[in-house]
């Protein structure tokens, strides 16, 4: 046996204590595992895109998931839909946050007692069967869907059909329901028609969130910003607060509350008025009494106004008035609907900007009215069976106490993830999500789209039209046709492969003309009244642009969101007027009681503003039910509050009032009694103050000044105007500082000094006239690039990681007030202070002039984050990764590291996308051409406010919008040469002609 | 400095045995306070534990405020640190004799203080684990450090201090360790002779020793202004309102000198009651550091003031507000406790009774700590909470794992101080002595 020397016993345990040493502290290895068999159509690495259509809210809009290696990442709209051409809203861009929810169900589950538990399929359909069988054949089923349009909705129509049942509910919350019984009355169609945004030169909105949730929001965006490029268009928001929709008009008239229906009626007086050659039949006589100085008497609106707005309106070429949305909805609703459309119609908007068509998707939806008389069958037992898809009644209607009335009856629901429904259904087949199903939808006419599974289902669910298929094989009483779900598509589109790389058909259908009847007498015209519990202040519901009906609120993304009025997040918070709250002796945080005759809820207030005096608002959508206990015992943290009550259900504060004409619940119908409680909430706030004292970060410009030239204005130096229109609303009051030098010079401007690649300066350039403020581009960004959603307690304690901050700023202009929206996103600076500053070179300025954040150099010194002076770097204060809860990581996008604590993170202009134009560029041989690369925000952008390009090319978008005297720097002065421009947004007066 | 009339020891070896009477075995009173003082350092290192398992978000930091009492402390302590190299170097220098009864003590209190100090970088980066990225050192990473960032020539100007700082004390101390393990008989015996580096106190050591020192002296001084200097560019290289101007350097040189001066008073204190130094640490030397005191509280006080002229005169909105904000706003309570403790509070030491009056002097150095980290604390929270962009404002409160790792600080240093004080010389024997030969030629005083 050889000797085994001191020197080699030295080196055999140095190394073995070493080796120890260094295997303790190295990271766990992971492995990349190749294909065995590689699909067909999937390259690791390489993107493949699908198109669907986003179910997120009976809009439809059609869209391109973005899949890699067999699971959807990122949704984008798809160009070829002519409502949207490409965008998507902060909802749909949140939606695949779904289907990796992790608390979805498992699979179909059954009552047992109180509780819902698992069942196998099988079992689950026997049971179905037993009872589905005679309920069909004793005509006691009932089928409740969302608003459905399509194959689906034929075969629902085809299965209750089948089964002996036909009996059917399209229940939506928002179902227009005035507005469809006001054009049956003054049009006779029964129906929702066709707004043209992009036409429309001078818009009335009267109370509807067009921009938010109203019909088609995203296509009313992409058209109200398509129509008001170039300063053109003129829009005035009626209502008693001002939304986001109102905060992107020119004025704002809130009449006293009730009597917004006289204000339709004035201007229309005052447009027939004006075109005294129209044949305008009974019209006249039936406007005849609504003079404006009657009008004005009844809105405290000043009678000029009224006249000024109503010639705008008769001289416009496309002049559009916007029905009530449910925010508005009194107990005059038809009524003010149909003032609305008279008023279209004496302007010459129907057949123009309002247009019927074949009879849309809408025009199938129940009414309140009908869900009511369900809740009565159902509390009489002439319903057996009753299925519910795609819609939750119990949380929408909880005047109707749904919930015990489903237990009378053997309720089926086909929800993919718990809700307030559900929770009370016999059983649960739980629907695949949209990404996991076939489907397809008209919502517009015309417009049809077509829905593919993008991922294997993640969880055990079926997809529901094959269910209701086997179902009905099952109780020997099929419905006829094809057999699968995917072969009846196939049937009715025929070349499905061809229409699924397109995503469907998109030919807007014809309007089909329509006349005014012949008798309007049936018409009454009568302020909304208010049902009181001894309060006085007008309860105004409004629709929750993150939420939607509440559907929204599930998802943790849209809870952080800054909601885009308040700019508050996770929870419910009544919004009054400064002065009430002063009446009230409450300030923000404090926590009241609100009450009207049909309950009472308690909610933090928040004064601000931009909302009438007499009025308190709340939104809709939050409140829900928290998730079954069972399901969070196994999780360590809550930090997504799935075990809460996140804010209140404002829908219980409604009576069961109805618009008699129309069916629709009365929604703007009580005043609420508020009373302090003495208690407080810490609001999480992560915008604190909407003053930017004059600190030029949103800049505005007058539509005259600019026509004048802005930027050679000689008197007032620059870019910031000062408007001698003399009626106070061109002023702005807000100098911001060193005034002479805020604008944009030219020459100012070095790429070459940038960026020392000789190809590329890649920048952006945000037209802050087009930008609505929606905040689609933060959900864009965030499922871009994996940042976390963190919850409320740490927005509380300022650790929002959102890479955009949606800034919105309140100008006063005596007695006006004029609200501007900045995303304000890192500006990628030529001579960026957070560069220099950092020991490491975590953050450097590469050539091709993007300022860029390395995570894994990066020790956390936050000094960057410190000499920031647009306030854009997030810091991870936790390693928010531990929470993601599987299977949420499958929706990790892989081009885009995921942070861990201690490291500084920023908008990156979305390298990886840059990159992989590069690469496809250099393959090519070329340079990567104009429009190429789209950054997550700019690409889902309806109002395409947001535009990437290259600086070095003089003939790209963005280099031609820095050109534009409308461009600016935000802290200009300091010198630090953003690659971001700004165009400021332009303010139309009223008294100007554009 | 006649007025002067506490003894003076009458021979040479009464020094050795006064001073060296620290070594004789502690208290129980000593063991409890130094058994506390690791429970606030355990505490700490428990707090940092925590914090670097979970993540900064256990601080109290938040966008935009991404500096707090971490650095705040920092910037304290590497403060305190200054006072010792004052008082060795740039005195030794001036040939100010008064120093040699308390350049030992403020010299272990600069070593002990930048070891604090050094520690707060570390604990408040992000990636603790990772705090090796701002060594510049070849690499297989293939990266480099950014010099052109204030905080790399921090860890330069750190470093450099604290190696000065040590060596300074230790060469300083060489002839007392031999004292000392001459004095001793048990095991401190080897740990003393192998510091003492073999020394026989020959007129050959005796030469290199005080060539050493003046040498030292030398190198250290320029320190004494530059490394708070560079400290101070921390915020003034940068472009955050109230940090970005040019006074900040002597601003913070005389703030280091000022609130130095305070903890050596702050500490000697008790050390002088505890140990019966009277007869070393004398009147005179609490009326020496007593005008040090007001001077610098002038100069801080001073510029205070500039930079809220310069932030009306320069008519620059961005810095009025943070200015206005800072003495108005969210924080008006942190800066007028700064102004109160600073400017204010020292005011009577103009009166040379307060000067020798110690109870009172001593309560006034402990508001005049406590306002220096004020200072700091105000400077860095107001000028980020405030900054350019009106939507990103934010308020900052510490949490409860920073104010325990602010403790520990103190407790770190008090520990080491507590510990050197039993095992070393807390006056440098060869100064006061020499101070003796000297003021006998002299006639009993200077």
Redesign the interface.
């Given at each position: 046996m050889p000797e085994l020397d001191r020197r080699d016993f030295l080196k055999i345990v140095g190394l073995s204590a070493g080796a120890a040493a260094t295997a303790a502290c190295k990271d766990p290895v992971e492995t990349v595992i190749p294909y065995l068999n590689q699909p067909e159509e999937i390259i690791p690495g390489i993107p493949t895109y699908y198109a669907s259509t986003c179910r997120e809210c009976p809009s439809g809009c059609s869209i391109q998931v973005k899949t890699r290696e067999g699971r959807p990442l990122k949704l984008e709209g798809n160009p070829s839909d002519p409502r949207t051409e490409g965008a998507l809203c902060v909802r749909g861009q949140a939606a695949l946050a779904r289907t990796y929810d992790a608390t979805r169900f498992e699979g179909p589950m059954k009552r047992e007692g109180e509780r819902l538990v698992p069942v196998s399929w099988e079992e689950a359909l026997q049971i179905l069967a037993e009872k589905l069988g005679p309920a069909g054949a004793a005509g006691k089923a009932v089928f409740v869907s969302g608003q459905e349009s399509g194959t689906f909705d034929a075969l629902l129509d085809e299965f209750m059909a089948a089964i002996g049942s036909p009996r059917r509910l399209r229940y939506e919350l928002f179902a227009h329901e005035p507005l469809r019984a006001a054009n049956e009355k003054l049009f006779g169609v029964r129906d929702v028609p066709r707004f043209d945004f992009g036409k429309a030169d001078v818009l009335v909105a009267f109370g509807a969130d067009f921009l938010e949730t109203w019909l088609d929001a995203t296509a009313a965006q992409v058209g109200f910003a398509n129509s008001r490029r170039g300063g053109r268009g003129f829009a005035v928001y009626v209502g008693p607060r001002l939304s986001l929709s109102g905060s992107n008009c020119d004025a704002w008239l809130s009449p006293e509350p009730g009597s917004e229906i006289f204000l339709a009626l004035g201007l229309a007086h005052e447009v027939a008025r004006a075109k005294p050659d129209a044949d305008l039949g009974a019209v006249r006589a039936l406007l005849e009494p609504h003079t404006p100085d009657a009008v004005a008497t009844k809105t405290g609106i000043p009678a000029d106004r009224i006249r000024l707005l109503a010639e705008k309106l008769a001289s416009a070429t496309a002049p559009l008035a916007l029905p009530p949305g449910n925010e508005l909805h009194g107990s005059n609703a038809t009524a003010f609907s149909a003032a609305v459309q008279l008023l279209n119609y004496v302007s010459g908007a129907i057949g123009n900007t309002v247009s019927f068509t074949s009879p849309s998707a809408l025009s199938a939806l129940a009414t309140y009215a009908d869900l009511k008389q369900l809740a009565g069958q159902l509390e009489a037992g002439e319903v057996e069976v009753l299925f519910i898809h795609g819609t939750n009644p119990v949380y929408s209607a909880p005047q109707l106490e749904l919930g015990p009335k489903l237990r009378k009856a053997f309720t089926v629901s086909f929800a993919s993830a718990n809700d307030e429904t559900a929770a009370q259904a016999d059983l649960v087949l739980p629907d695949h999500t949209a990404f996991e199903a076939w489907g397809d939808s008209e919502t517009a006419s015309g417009v049809r789209t077509l829905q593919q599974p993008t991922l294997n289902p993640i969880r055990v669910t079926r997809q529901t039209a094959d269910v209701l298929l086997e179902l009905a094989r099952k109780i020997e009483k099929p419905v006829p046709g094809p057999a699968t779900f995917r072969e009846r598509l196939q049937a009715q589109w025929g070349d499905l492969d061809a229409a699924l790389a397109a995503g469907g058909s998109f030919d807007l259908a014809e309007p089909v003309p329509v006349s005014l009847a012949a008798d309007l007498s049936g018409l009454r015209f009568e302020g909304a009244t208010a049902a009181s519990s001894d309060g006085n202040l007008a309860l105004y519901l409004y629709p929750s642009n993150h939420f939607y009906d509440g559907r929204g609120a599930r998802l943790p993304m849209l809870q952080e969101v800054p909601d885009p009025v308040t700019k508050l997040v996770w929870g419910s918070y009544l919004e009054l007027h400064p002065t009430t709250a002063k009446q009230l002796g409450v300030v923000e945080g404090d926590i009241v009681t609100v009450e009207t005759p049909a309950g009472e809820v308690r909610v933090p207030v928040f004064p601000h503003e931009t909302i009438r005096p007499e009025v308190v608002a709340l939104a809709i959508g939050q409140g829900h039910q928290p998730l079954d206990p069972t399901w969070l015992e196994t999780r360590d943290r809550d930090r997504l509050q799935r075990s809460k009550v996140i804010g209140v259900n404002a829908l219980t504060l409604l009576p069961d009032a109805v618009d008699g004409d129309s069916g629709a619940l009365a929604w703007y119908s009580s005043k609420a009694k508020i009373t302090p409680t003495g208690e407080k909430k810490w609001i999480a706030k992560p915008?604190?103050?909407f003053?930017?004292?004059?600190?030029g970060?949103a800049q505005a410009v007058s539509l005259a000044a600019l026509a004048r030239g802005a930027s050679a204005d000689p008197e007032h130096g620059g870019g910031q105007e000062h408007s001698g229109s003399g009626d106070g609303r061109g002023e702005d009051h807000h100098e911001p500082?060193y005034a002479d030098a805020m604008h944009l010079e030219t020459e100012e401007f070095d790429p070459a000094a940038d960026a020392i690649s000789d190809t590329y300066r890649w920048g952006m350039s945000v037209d802050l006239d087009a930008c609505s403020g929606c905040g689609a581009c933060i959900t864009a960004c965030a499922t871009e690039n994996n940042i976390f959603t963190i919850g409320e307690e740490?927005v509380r304690?300022?650790?929002?990681m959102a890479w955009i901050?949606l800034?919105?700023?309140v100008e006063h202009h005596e007695d006006e007030v004029e609200v501007r929206h900045?995303p304000?996103m890192c500006q990628h600076c030529g001579a960026a202070?957070c560069e220099?500053?950092?020991?490491?070179?975590a953050t450097y300025h590469n050539p091709e002039g993007l300022n860029v954040m390395v995570p894994n150099?990066?020790?956390?010194?936050?000094?960057c984050?410190?000499?920031c002076?647009?306030?854009v770097r997030?810091?991870?204060?936790?390693?928010f990764d531990r929470d993601v809860e599987s299977p949420e990581e499958l929706g990790l996008n892989p081009d885009v590291i995921v942070r861990s604590?201690?490291?500084?993170e920023k908008c990156s202009f979305c390298v990886q996308r840059i990159n992989a134009a590069k690469d496809k560029a250099v393959i090519e041989g070329r340079v990567v051409a104009d429009g190429e690369v789209t950054p997550a925000c700019a690409q889902t952008c309806p109002a395409k406010a947001i535009v990437f390009g290259n600086h070095k090319d003089p003939t790209s978008e963005v280099s031609k919008r820095r050109e534009d005297p409308r461009a600016y720097w935000v802290?200009h002065h300091?010198n630090t040469r953003p690659g971001v421009t700004y165009q400021k947004s332009i303010r139309r007066n009223e008294t100007e002609e554009a | 400095m006649a007025a002067i009339t506490e003894p003076i020891p009458a021979t040479a070896d009464q020094y050795n045995d006064d001073i060296l009477r620290v070594l004789a075995p502690p208290s129980p009173l000593y063991v409890i306070t130094v058994l506390l003082l690791a429970g606030m350092v355990g505490a700490g290192v428990a707090a940092l534990a925590y914090q670097t398992y979970w993540g900064m978000g256990v601080a109290g930091l938040q966008n935009p405020v991404f500096w707090g009492v971490y650095i705040t402390t920092f910037v304290f302590w590497v403060g305190i640190a200054h006072a010792g190299t004052l008082i060795s170097a740039i005195l030794f220098l001036f040939r100010a004799k008064w120093r040699n009864a308390i350049n030992r003590g403020a010299e272990a209190m600069t070593v002990f203080a930048v070891m604090t100090a050094a520690l707060f970088p570390l604990i408040h980066i992000g990636r603790i684990w990772k705090f090796y990225f701002m060594i510049p050192y070849p690499n297989q990473r293939g990266l480099w450090t950014n010099f052109k960032s204030p905080l790399e020539w921090d860890v330069f100007a750190v470093n450099t201090y604290a190696t000065i700082s040590i060596l300074f004390f230790f060469v300083g101390l060489i002839p007392d360790l031999a004292a000392a393990r001459d004095r001793v008989s048990d095991w401190r015996r080897y740990l003393y002779g192998a510091l003492a580096l073999g020394w026989r106190g020959t007129a050959e050591q005796w030469r290199a020793h005080s060539r050493a020192v003046l040498h030292l002296s030398g190198l250290a001084t320029p320190l004494v202004l530059s490394v708070h200097s560079v400290v101070s560019w921390d915020f003034a290289m940068s472009v955050v309102p109230g940090w970005h101007t040019t006074i900040f350097a002597p601003y913070f040189v005389a703030g280091a000198i000022f609130s130095g001066m305070a903890m050596v008073v702050t500490v000697m204190v008790p050390v002088r009651k505890a140990f019966g130094l009277e007869g070393y640490i004398r009147m005179e030397h609490f009326d020496n550091m007593g005008k040090f005191i007001v001077l610098t509280s002038t100069i801080v006080g001073y510029a205070y003031a500039v930079e809220y002229f310069m932030a009306w005169y320069s008519a620059n909105p961005y810095e009025q507000m943070s200015f206005w904000h800072r003495a108005f706003g969210d924080y008006w309570w942190a800066t007028w406790i700064m102004i109160s403790c600073n400017v204010v509070v020292p005011l009577p030491l103009w009166i040379k009774k307060v000067r020798l009056n110690i109870p009172f002097f001593w309560v006034l150095t402990i508001f005049i700590n406590i306002g220096m980290w004020f200072e700091r604390y105000v400077i860095i929270t107001t000028g980020l909470s405030h900054e350019y962009s009106p939507a990103a404002w934010g308020y900052y409160t510490p949490s409860w794992v920073e104010l325990t790792i602010l403790a520990a600080s103190f407790g770190f240093f008090l520990m080491f101080f507590l510990i050197f004080l039993r095992m070393f010389p807390i006056i440098a024997i060869q100064e006061v002595k020499e101070l003796h030969y000297e003021g006998h030629h002299e006639g009993g005083a200077h």
């Amino acid at each position: 046996m050889p000797e085994l020397d001191r020197r080699d016993f030295l080196k055999i345990v140095g190394l073995s204590a070493g080796a120890a040493a260094t295997a303790a502290c190295k990271d766990p290895v992971e492995t990349v595992i190749p294909y065995l068999n590689q699909p067909e159509e999937i390259i690791p690495g390489i993107p493949t895109y699908y198109a669907s259509t986003c179910r997120e809210c009976p809009s439809g809009c059609s869209i391109q998931v973005k899949t890699r290696e067999g699971r959807p990442l990122k949704l984008e709209g798809n160009p070829s839909d002519p409502r949207t051409e490409g965008a998507l809203c902060v909802r749909g861009q949140a939606a695949l946050a779904r289907t990796y929810d992790a608390t979805r169900f498992e699979g179909p589950m059954k009552r047992e007692g109180e509780r819902l538990v698992p069942v196998s399929w099988e079992e689950a359909l026997q049971i179905l069967a037993e009872k589905l069988g005679p309920a069909g054949a004793a005509g006691k089923a009932v089928f409740v869907s969302g608003q459905e349009s399509g194959t689906f909705d034929a075969l629902l129509d085809e299965f209750m059909a089948a089964i002996g049942s036909p009996r059917r509910l399209r229940y939506e919350l928002f179902a227009h329901e005035p507005l469809r019984a006001a054009n049956e009355k003054l049009f006779g169609v029964r129906d929702v028609p066709r707004f043209d945004f992009g036409k429309a030169d001078v818009l009335v909105a009267f109370g509807a969130d067009f921009l938010e949730t109203w019909l088609d929001a995203t296509a009313a965006q992409v058209g109200f910003a398509n129509s008001r490029r170039g300063g053109r268009g003129f829009a005035v928001y009626v209502g008693p607060r001002l939304s986001l929709s109102g905060s992107n008009c020119d004025a704002w008239l809130s009449p006293e509350p009730g009597s917004e229906i006289f204000l339709a009626l004035g201007l229309a007086h005052e447009v027939a008025r004006a075109k005294p050659d129209a044949d305008l039949g009974a019209v006249r006589a039936l406007l005849e009494p609504h003079t404006p100085d009657a009008v004005a008497t009844k809105t405290g609106i000043p009678a000029d106004r009224i006249r000024l707005l109503a010639e705008k309106l008769a001289s416009a070429t496309a002049p559009l008035a916007l029905p009530p949305g449910n925010e508005l909805h009194g107990s005059n609703a038809t009524a003010f609907s149909a003032a609305v459309q008279l008023l279209n119609y004496v302007s010459g908007a129907i057949g123009n900007t309002v247009s019927f068509t074949s009879p849309s998707a809408l025009s199938a939806l129940a009414t309140y009215a009908d869900l009511k008389q369900l809740a009565g069958q159902l509390e009489a037992g002439e319903v057996e069976v009753l299925f519910i898809h795609g819609t939750n009644p119990v949380y929408s209607a909880p005047q109707l106490e749904l919930g015990p009335k489903l237990r009378k009856a053997f309720t089926v629901s086909f929800a993919s993830a718990n809700d307030e429904t559900a929770a009370q259904a016999d059983l649960v087949l739980p629907d695949h999500t949209a990404f996991e199903a076939w489907g397809d939808s008209e919502t517009a006419s015309g417009v049809r789209t077509l829905q593919q599974p993008t991922l294997n289902p993640i969880r055990v669910t079926r997809q529901t039209a094959d269910v209701l298929l086997e179902l009905a094989r099952k109780i020997e009483k099929p419905v006829p046709g094809p057999a699968t779900f995917r072969e009846r598509l196939q049937a009715q589109w025929g070349d499905l492969d061809a229409a699924l790389a397109a995503g469907g058909s998109f030919d807007l259908a014809e309007p089909v003309p329509v006349s005014l009847a012949a008798d309007l007498s049936g018409l009454r015209f009568e302020g909304a009244t208010a049902a009181s519990s001894d309060g006085n202040l007008a309860l105004y519901l409004y629709p929750s642009n993150h939420f939607y009906d509440g559907r929204g609120a599930r998802l943790p993304m849209l809870q952080e969101v800054p909601d885009p009025v308040t700019k508050l997040v996770w929870g419910s918070y009544l919004e009054l007027h400064p002065t009430t709250a002063k009446q009230l002796g409450v300030v923000e945080g404090d926590i009241v009681t609100v009450e009207t005759p049909a309950g009472e809820v308690r909610v933090p207030v928040f004064p601000h503003e931009t909302i009438r005096p007499e009025v308190v608002a709340l939104a809709i959508g939050q409140g829900h039910q928290p998730l079954d206990p069972t399901w969070l015992e196994t999780r360590d943290r809550d930090r997504l509050q799935r075990s809460k009550v996140i804010g209140v259900n404002a829908l219980t504060l409604l009576p069961d009032a109805v618009d008699g004409d129309s069916g629709a619940l009365a929604w703007y119908s009580s005043k609420a009694k508020i009373t302090p409680t003495g208690e407080k909430k810490w609001i999480a706030k992560p915008q604190t103050t909407f003053d930017q004292e004059g600190r030029g970060v949103a800049q505005a410009v007058s539509l005259a000044a600019l026509a004048r030239g802005a930027s050679a204005d000689p008197e007032h130096g620059g870019g910031q105007e000062h408007s001698g229109s003399g009626d106070g609303r061109g002023e702005d009051h807000h100098e911001p500082p060193y005034a002479d030098a805020m604008h944009l010079e030219t020459e100012e401007f070095d790429p070459a000094a940038d960026a020392i690649s000789d190809t590329y300066r890649w920048g952006m350039s945000v037209d802050l006239d087009a930008c609505s403020g929606c905040g689609a581009c933060i959900t864009a960004c965030a499922t871009e690039n994996n940042i976390f959603t963190i919850g409320e307690e740490l927005v509380r304690g300022g650790r929002e990681m959102a890479w955009i901050r949606l800034e919105r700023y309140v100008e006063h202009h005596e007695d006006e007030v004029e609200v501007r929206h900045v995303p304000m996103m890192c500006q990628h600076c030529g001579a960026a202070p957070c560069e220099p500053v950092c020991p490491v070179f975590a953050t450097y300025h590469n050539p091709e002039g993007l300022n860029v954040m390395v995570p894994n150099r990066c020790i956390g010194t936050r000094y960057c984050g410190n000499n920031c002076p647009y306030k854009v770097r997030r810091f991870n204060y936790f390693s928010f990764d531990r929470d993601v809860e599987s299977p949420e990581e499958l929706g990790l996008n892989p081009d885009v590291i995921v942070r861990s604590k201690g490291v500084m993170e920023k908008c990156s202009f979305c390298v990886q996308r840059i990159n992989a134009a590069k690469d496809k560029a250099v393959i090519e041989g070329r340079v990567v051409a104009d429009g190429e690369v789209t950054p997550a925000c700019a690409q889902t952008c309806p109002a395409k406010a947001i535009v990437f390009g290259n600086h070095k090319d003089p003939t790209s978008e963005v280099s031609k919008r820095r050109e534009d005297p409308r461009a600016y720097w935000v802290f200009h002065h300091l010198n630090t040469r953003p690659g971001v421009t700004y165009q400021k947004s332009i303010r139309r007066n009223e008294t100007e002609e554009a | 400095m006649a007025a002067i009339t506490e003894p003076i020891p009458a021979t040479a070896d009464q020094y050795n045995d006064d001073i060296l009477r620290v070594l004789a075995p502690p208290s129980p009173l000593y063991v409890i306070t130094v058994l506390l003082l690791a429970g606030m350092v355990g505490a700490g290192v428990a707090a940092l534990a925590y914090q670097t398992y979970w993540g900064m978000g256990v601080a109290g930091l938040q966008n935009p405020v991404f500096w707090g009492v971490y650095i705040t402390t920092f910037v304290f302590w590497v403060g305190i640190a200054h006072a010792g190299t004052l008082i060795s170097a740039i005195l030794f220098l001036f040939r100010a004799k008064w120093r040699n009864a308390i350049n030992r003590g403020a010299e272990a209190m600069t070593v002990f203080a930048v070891m604090t100090a050094a520690l707060f970088p570390l604990i408040h980066i992000g990636r603790i684990w990772k705090f090796y990225f701002m060594i510049p050192y070849p690499n297989q990473r293939g990266l480099w450090t950014n010099f052109k960032s204030p905080l790399e020539w921090d860890v330069f100007a750190v470093n450099t201090y604290a190696t000065i700082s040590i060596l300074f004390f230790f060469v300083g101390l060489i002839p007392d360790l031999a004292a000392a393990r001459d004095r001793v008989s048990d095991w401190r015996r080897y740990l003393y002779g192998a510091l003492a580096l073999g020394w026989r106190g020959t007129a050959e050591q005796w030469r290199a020793h005080s060539r050493a020192v003046l040498h030292l002296s030398g190198l250290a001084t320029p320190l004494v202004l530059s490394v708070h200097s560079v400290v101070s560019w921390d915020f003034a290289m940068s472009v955050v309102p109230g940090w970005h101007t040019t006074i900040f350097a002597p601003y913070f040189v005389a703030g280091a000198i000022f609130s130095g001066m305070a903890m050596v008073v702050t500490v000697m204190v008790p050390v002088r009651k505890a140990f019966g130094l009277e007869g070393y640490i004398r009147m005179e030397h609490f009326d020496n550091m007593g005008k040090f005191i007001v001077l610098t509280s002038t100069i801080v006080g001073y510029a205070y003031a500039v930079e809220y002229f310069m932030a009306w005169y320069s008519a620059n909105p961005y810095e009025q507000m943070s200015f206005w904000h800072r003495a108005f706003g969210d924080y008006w309570w942190a800066t007028w406790i700064m102004i109160s403790c600073n400017v204010v509070v020292p005011l009577p030491l103009w009166i040379k009774k307060v000067r020798l009056n110690i109870p009172f002097f001593w309560v006034l150095t402990i508001f005049i700590n406590i306002g220096m980290w004020f200072e700091r604390y105000v400077i860095i929270t107001t000028g980020l909470s405030h900054e350019y962009s009106p939507a990103a404002w934010g308020y900052y409160t510490p949490s409860w794992v920073e104010l325990t790792i602010l403790a520990a600080s103190f407790g770190f240093f008090l520990m080491f101080f507590l510990i050197f004080l039993r095992m070393f010389p807390i006056i440098a024997i060869q100064e006061v002595k020499e101070l003796h030969y000297e003021g006998h030629h002299e006639g009993g005083a200077h």
